[in-house]
């Protein structure tokens, strides 16, 4: 696998400040996607897609707190 890291600027971070950071981009191609994002203020947030569609989320923050987020999949609409 083949990761791909991209600056970005001005994102929300877990902590709620508005920061800059980097961003973690790998792909097996067959459907398992890792989005990373770390934070200049030292929070980062892994977002995990698997091959079944589910998504997991964990956000730490700088001072070390998980912060759980719920995205997809069971919120259906
Ligand atoms: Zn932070």
Redesign the pocket.
Known sequence: MVGTKIRFTGAK?????T?DGEHYLDDDGQGLVIRDEY?S???RRIRHEYHDGSIQVTAV???GKVVREEFGADHGT
């Open positions: 971070a877990p902590c709620g400040r920061v934070f203020c030292g929070c923050r700088h001072d």
